[in-house]
């Protein structure tokens, strides 16, 4: 079996390089590395700032879901005693002044509802927001701190 097409710069199979192509890498000047112990550490304090994010994100949406159910239990509540109460006996007059208020009232109540709901989804957003934010910064910081006792050492 063939390691692979000829006119490539690798031999697939032979674990060899094509001479060009191994002068080319050795004429490449890489930076020192940082510790890797230090950027491993790093990057699970990056890793565990996602995942508490990610958990606060989540945790915010079941409180939205559960403050969504509440709030349509409430409506079908509302909707039940307004029907009682238009089903009540008046005149029109009378039934159109109902229809209005409870009109007016419910209105209100989803606007309120609608905020609240904002509200709930704005604050665990940024809290989580914020969160991954104060990691990023704190990690380029750790990261040139890591860079700069390299250099220091080499």
Do not use: W
Request: zero cysteines; aromatic letters at 4%.
């Amino acid at each position: 079996m063939s390691d692979g097409p000829k006119d490539t710069p690798y031999r697939f199979g032979s674990g060899a390089m094509n001479p060009d192509i191994s002068r080319l890498f050795s004429n490449l000047k890489m930076p020192a590395i940082p510790e890797a112990t230090a950027l491993l550490d790093m990057h699970r304090r990056n890793l565990a700032t996602l995942a508490a994010a990610n958990k606060m994100m989540f945790e915010g949406a079941q409180a939205i879901v559960q403050r969504q159910m509440e709030l349509m239990q409430r409506q079908v509540s509302d909707l039940s005693e307004a029907a009682k109460t238009l089903a009540a006996p008046g005149g029109p007059q009378d039934k159109a002044v109902k229809q209005t208020e409870l009109v007016k009232s419910a209105y209100e109540k989803s606007v309120g509802d609608a905020r609240e709901l904002e509200d709930l989804m704005r604050n665990s957003s940024t809290e989580a927001l914020d969160m991954v934010h104060k990691r990023f910064l704190a990690s380029l910081d750790e990261l040139k701190a890591a860079v700069e006792k390299t250099k220091a050492a080499g």
